[in-house]
T-cell receptor, first 113, second 114 residues
Framework: AQSVTQLDSQVPVFEEAPVELRCNYS??????LFWYVQYPNQGLQLLLK??????LVKGINGFEAEFNKSQTSFHLRKPSVHISDTAEYFC???????????FGAGTRLFVKA | DGGITQSPKYLFRKEGQNVTLSCEQN?????MYWYRQDPGQGLRLIYY???????QKGDIAEGYSVSREKKESFPLTVTSAQKNPTAFYLC?????????????FGNGTRLTVT
């Protein structure tokens, strides 16, 4: 069975500081990995998705994620955050069929001035 | 612009009443999904449909029902059998037959049952 663990429920950070949101997954089969962002009272938007062959994935809004197969991790990073990055971030994994996407519990990023 | 429209944005109902949430997409996607979101629990899959006139239960289907009579539409009914229906409901769609195709989400319906 697949599962996703987001290690931090909340991450407060000052504007222009770097941030890392941690995600670990478990699966017995090949998976596809995603990060989504959710602004208040809205749906989720895709930030980035893992494509096989490259461990570093670049997404929108300056975010990137590093896939580490040996540690089964897919941590999200941004070198310098803005106030507008304040949102909830979800790590997700789906199987090769794609119909069962499992989401982590989410990490609330709070950027302070 | 293509997208997913969920209506209404806010919905209030009395306990014991069934309520139907609307979801329409014009992305021409074959697959559609309903998720429930509760604080601190991420998203949990209620139902999904890979094609018209076919749907499957997700992880928390009890107390919910769906239909898929048209490709564009996937309404969700929250029945009186659902023990704790107050939540944020998200509809999504995706392309089928394409590896690692992401989900596209609507802006959700917040249901409050008192």
């Amino acid at each position: 069975a697949q599962s996703v663990t987001q290690l931090d429920s909340q991450v407060p950070v000052f504007e222009e500081a770097p941030v890392e949101l941690r995600c670990n997954y478990s699966s017995s089969v090949s998976v596809y990995l995603f990060w989504y962002v959710q602004y208040p009272n809205q749906g989720l938007q895709l930030l980035l998705k893992y494509l096989s062959g490259s461990t570093l994935v670049k997404g929108i809004n300056g975010f990137e994620a590093e896939f580490n197969k040996s540690q089964t991790s897919f941590h999200l990073r941004k070198p310098s955050v803005h106030i507008s990055d304040t949102a909830e971030y979800f790590c997700a994994v789906s199987d090769t069929g794609g119909f069962k996407t499992i989401f982590g519990a989410g990490t609330r990023l709070f950027v302070k001035a | 612009d293509g997208g997913i429209t969920q209506s209404p944005k806010y919905l209030f109902r009395k306990e014991g009443q069934n309520v139907t949430l609307s979801c329409e997409q014009n992305l021409n996607h074959d697959a559609m999904y309903w998720y429930r979101q509760d604080p601190g629990q991420g998203l949990r899959l209620i139902y999904y449909s890979q094609i018209v006139n076919d749907f499957q239960k997700g992880d928390i289907a009890e107390g919910y029902s769906v239909s898929r009579e048209k490709k564009e539409s996937f309404p969700l009914t929250v029945t009186s059998a659902q023990k704790n229906p107050t939540a944020f409901y998200l509809c999504a769609s995706s392309i089928t037959g394409v590896e690692n195709s992401p989900l596209h989400f609507g802006n959700g319906t917040r249901l409050t049952v008192t």
